[in-house]
């Protein structure tokens, strides 16, 4: 027998690679902790993920139960996973923090694998044991972990993934959240210096109340503007385009207006109608809320109306100027501008010393051709403490008419020492109370419900003689919170129509603030083009809440394409559904008056995506002529589907009409 001697170097070499191959076959899955992620790149409705916190900066406790591991989130909030296809395991528990306890709080727990739905928990609430996720990975490239809002608004939706990790081989899982920041780009062609008229085709008032419509006109001044078939009652002033008067039997009519100028002349319809309805089409205005709050004054709103003109938004239908909170006296204050008696002998309310005249504001903003809306609650106090209308309900009607306002936001703030209960019969009491007392007096006043969507107020608000009201929580300008809103209205449209729209909260686009220190909106121009669309198809109020007098081009480019603002309007007062959706990608369709759909193309995953509109799921049949609403031109004709890549977080917004 003869032995073969390897070279000790040889032999030394083969034996590392046996070791290698078995080390490689023995391999254990690593771990990651879902707090050992980098948290800064986490997305959601209200404040920071820390490790092994909650959100509100607690210990991680559920149903009595507390974790040592684990991070606390808030709805709308979102953690995205690129698993490198090294995943093979994900567990978690998750649930409702304690510190919800009192509070009604509401989550719903979703897992996405590759944009799929693999997880999804009951409605969880406080009191409600953790309940765990255990799912296999293994080929999955992409995860999302998702705390949704369980429909009554986002308020101490605090929601917590503990005890949670990923077992992986090979490449770490990474997060991925940050989107590359895109400089601001503007979309929406140059107005003509042609006339055309914008703004709302249809307008509604009520028999014996004064009326006012401004005709919105673009294109080089002067123009003179002309009316046919005005009914009686009413006049045109010719230099600026703003009718007024009073008509006092119920009808309808069709007018023909006509502005004119060096270049030519522009003609639209615009329906009157004499009725018990306001507010055929949502508003659009501005309120003070979102950049003043408690420092608007006076001076503010004058320069509001003034920037509404001089920056020619009212030239595309932009019309209500609204004071938000602050206007009042304030019990038990030690600022000399805010102290003073809540009411005169004659039980009217007073206004603060940052106010000079109401009437006279009025009478100020009126002669600009817009409208002025001001604020107040059910309860004894506002939400920032100043005198409210609890038990004055007849008497602040009666003074809101006689100062000269055209809208009122009636916000739930204190009442809830006074309610019962949130019961539907007790949401609706003290609306109901105001909508008596605006009955009485002989003005045109809207109505704006404002107590962030308690009772399902979709249900029962028109009911109860409300234009519009508030479906969720206050926004802010975070794209988890825009988009955790916006994106949560459907089911909502079977509730809306003419003289009564869904209210998903003012526009945060522009300088906003919340006080005197004003900042750029956080939200990416991506998104706002995203706002700007998914407001307009959901045939919300749009009331902007920025400062106009420091608005930028980019801005003004979102406010005033006309396109844009038609889908809003349409007389035909849909409001739109979504009809598909996968993982992060959704089309939403909106009936026109016309026949054509208005279609939004949405991505909500962070890096860009091909979108894909079908006939099928829009109920569509033969070709149909694509326009892009946002560039204002044709794309083509397409047979059964349509689609467009779209960044993250952005929008493709499009109308889709037969071919001829």
Same mark, same amino acid.
């Given at each position: 027998?003869?032995?073969?001697?390897?070279?000790?170097?040889s032999?030394?070499?083969?034996?590392?690679?046996?070791?290698?191959?078995?080390?490689?076959?023995?391999?254990?899955?690593?771990?990651?902790?879902?707090?050992?992620?980098?948290?800064?790149?986490?997305?959601?409705?209200?404040?920071?993920?820390?490790?092994n916190?909650?959100?509100?900066?607690?210990?991680?406790?559920?149903?009595?139960?507390?974790f040592?591991?684990?991070?606390?989130?808030?709805?709308?909030?979102?953690?995205?996973?690129?698993?490198k296809?090294?995943?093979?395991?994900f567990?978690?528990?998750?649930?409702?923090?304690?510190?919800?306890?009192?509070?009604?709080?509401?989550?719903?727990?979703?897992?996405?694998?590759?944009?799929?739905?693999?997880?999804?928990?009951?409605?969880?609430?406080?009191?409600?044991?953790?309940?765990?996720?255990?799912?296999?990975?293994?080929?999955?490239?992409?995860?999302?972990?998702?705390?949704?809002?369980?429909?009554?608004?986002?308020?101490?939706?605090?929601?917590d993934?503990?005890?949670?990790?990923?077992?992986?081989?090979?490449v770490?899982?990474?997060?991925?959240?940050?989107?590359?920041?895109?400089k601001?780009?503007?979309?929406?062609?140059?107005?003509?210096?042609?006339?055309?008229?914008?703004?709302?085709?249809?307008?509604?008032?009520?028999?014996?109340?004064?009326?006012?419509?401004?005709?919105?006109?673009?294109?080089?001044?002067?123009?003179?503007?002309?009316?046919?078939?005005?009914?009686?009652?009413?006049?045109?002033?010719?230099?600026?385009?703003?009718?007024?008067?009073?008509?006092?039997?119920?009808?309808?009519?069709?007018?023909?207006?006509?502005?004119?100028?060096s270049?030519?002349?522009?003609?639209?319809?615009?329906?009157i109608?004499?009725?018990?309805?306001?507010?055929?089409?949502?508003p659009?205005?501005?309120?003070?809320?979102?950049?003043?709050?408690?420092?608007?004054?006076?001076?503010?709103?004058?320069?509001?109306?003034?920037?509404?003109?001089?920056?020619?938004?009212?030239?595309?239908?932009?019309?209500y100027?609204?004071?938000?909170?602050?206007?009042?006296?304030?019990?038990?204050?030690?600022?000399?501008?805010?102290?003073?008696?809540?009411?005169?002998?004659?039980?009217?309310?007073?206004?603060?010393?940052?106010?000079?005249?109401?009437?006279?504001?009025?009478?100020?903003?009126h002669?600009?051709?817009?409208?002025?809306?001001?604020?107040?609650?059910?309860?004894?106090?506002?939400?920032?403490?100043?005198?409210?209308?609890?038990?004055?309900?007849d008497?602040?009607?009666?003074?809101?008419?006689?100062?000269?306002?055209?809208?009122?936001?009636?916000?739930?703030?204190?009442?809830?020492?006074?309610?019962?209960?949130?019961t539907?019969?007790?949401?609706? &009491?003290?609306?109901?109370?105001?909508?008596?007392?605006?009955?009485?007096?002989?003005?045109?006043?809207?109505?704006?419900?404002?107590?962030?969507?308690?009772?399902?107020?979709?249900e029962?608000?028109?009911?109860i003689?409300?234009?519009c009201?508030?479906?969720?929580?206050?926004?802010?300008?975070?794209?988890?919170?825009?988009?955790?809103?916006?994106?949560?209205?459907?089911?909502?449209?079977?509730?809306?129509g003419?003289?009564?729209?869904?209210?998903?909260?003012m526009?945060?686009?522009?300088?906003?603030?919340?006080?005197?220190?004003?900042?750029?909106?956080r939200?990416?121009?991506?998104?706002?083009?995203?706002?700007?669309?998914?407001?307009?198809l959901?045939a919300?109020?749009?009331?902007?809440?920025?400062?106009m007098?420091?608005?930028?081009?980019?801005?003004?480019?979102?406010?005033?394409?006309?396109?844009?603002?038609?889908?809003?309007?349409?007389?035909?007062?849909?409001?739109?559904?979504?009809?598909?959706?996968?993982?992060?990608?959704?089309?939403?369709?909106?009936?026109?008056?016309?026949?054509?759909?208005?279609?939004?193309?949405?991505?909500?995953?962070?890096? &860009?995506?091909?979108?894909?509109?079908?006939?099928?799921?829009?109920?569509l049949a033969?070709?149909?002529?694509?326009?892009?609403?946002?560039?204002?031109?044709?794309?083509?004709?397409?047979?059964?589907?349509?689609?467009?890549?779209v960044?993250?977080?952005?929008?493709?917004?499009?109308?889709?009409?037969?071919?001829?």
């Amino acid at each position: 027998m003869t032995t073969i001697r390897l070279p000790r170097i040889s032999f030394i070499l083969m034996l590392a690679a046996l070791c290698s191959i078995s080390l490689v076959k023995a391999q254990k899955a690593d771990t990651l902790w879902l707090q050992k992620i980098d948290l800064s790149k986490v997305t959601q409705g209200w404040g920071t993920a820390q490790p092994n916190l909650s959100i509100g900066g607690n210990a991680l406790t559920i149903a009595g139960q507390t974790f040592k591991n684990g991070v606390g989130s808030h709805s709308e909030g979102l953690i995205n996973l690129d698993l490198k296809g090294t995943a093979q395991h994900f567990q978690a528990m998750v649930g409702l923090d304690d510190e919800a306890a009192g509070h009604k709080g509401s989550v719903v727990f979703s897992v996405l694998a590759d944009r799929k739905e693999v997880f999804r928990s009951p409605v969880m609430v406080s009191g409600t044991k953790a309940v765990k996720i255990d799912l296999n990975l293994k080929g999955v490239q992409k995860l999302a972990l998702v705390v949704e809002d369980a429909g009554d608004g986002t308020d101490w939706d605090h929601g917590d993934w503990v005890n949670a990790f990923i077992l992986y081989k090979g490449v770490k899982p990474q997060v991925v959240g940050v989107i590359p920041s895109v400089k601001p780009y503007i979309l929406t062609p140059l107005e003509s210096p042609k006339p055309k008229i914008n703004g709302a085709k249809v307008f509604g008032v009520r028999p014996g109340h004064p009326f006012m419509f401004t005709v919105a006109a673009t294109g080089t001044r002067p123009m003179t503007f002309t009316a046919e078939n005005l009914p009686q009652g009413l006049t045109l002033d010719s230099k600026t385009g703003i009718i007024t008067g009073v008509l006092n039997d119920k009808g309808e009519t069709v007018v023909t207006l006509k502005a004119k100028n060096s270049l030519g002349t522009a003609t639209r319809k615009l329906k009157i109608v004499v009725g018990d309805k306001i507010a055929l089409t949502p508003p659009l205005g501005w309120n003070s809320w979102n950049c003043f709050a408690n420092a608007v004054d006076q001076d503010k709103v004058k320069a509001a109306a003034d920037a509404m003109v001089k920056s020619g938004l009212i030239n595309h239908g932009w019309t209500y100027i609204n004071m938000d909170d602050c206007w009042e006296t304030k019990p038990g204050s030690t600022d000399p501008k805010l102290m003073g008696e809540p009411r005169d002998a004659n039980g009217m309310i007073n206004i603060n010393k940052k106010f000079t005249d109401m009437k006279v504001l009025t009478d100020y903003i009126h002669s600009k051709g817009l409208k002025a809306g001001l604020y107040s609650s059910p309860g004894p106090l506002t939400c920032a403490g100043f005198t409210a209308s609890y038990q004055f309900e007849d008497k602040d009607a009666q003074q809101w008419a006689k100062w000269g306002f055209d809208y009122i936001k009636y916000d739930w703030c204190s009442y809830g020492t006074i309610s019962k209960g949130e019961t539907v019969a007790e949401c609706k &009491k003290p609306y109901i109370v105001l909508r008596n007392a605006l009955d009485k007096v002989d003005r045109d006043i809207l109505f704006s419900l404002c107590q962030y969507g308690m009772g399902n107020v979709w249900e029962w608000g028109e009911e109860i003689g409300g234009n519009c009201w508030r479906t969720t929580g206050d926004i802010t300008d975070s794209w988890s919170s825009m988009s955790g809103i916006g994106f949560k209205q459907n089911g909502h449209e079977k509730y809306a129509g003419p003289g009564h729209w869904n209210d998903p909260d003012m526009l945060v686009v522009g300088l906003v603030g919340w006080g005197p220190q004003l900042h750029p909106s956080r939200l990416t121009p991506d998104e706002q083009y995203t706002h700007i669309s998914l407001w307009s198809l959901l045939a919300s109020p749009l009331l902007i809440g920025c400062d106009m007098t420091q608005m930028d081009a980019f801005t003004k480019n979102l406010l005033t394409n006309d396109e844009v603002i038609d889908i809003n309007q349409d007389p035909l007062g849909k409001q739109a559904s979504l009809v598909s959706k996968d993982g992060g990608l959704e089309v939403w369709a909106k009936d026109l008056e016309d026949g054509s759909k208005a279609v939004g193309l949405f991505n909500r995953n962070t890096t &860009k995506e091909t979108v894909k509109a079908t006939w099928n799921a829009l109920g569509l049949a033969g070709k149909q002529v694509a326009h892009d609403v946002w560039r204002q031109k044709d794309q083509g004709t397409f047979a059964d589907s349509f689609s467009a890549v779209v960044p993250a977080h952005g929008v493709k917004l499009i109308t889709l009409r037969k071919a001829k």
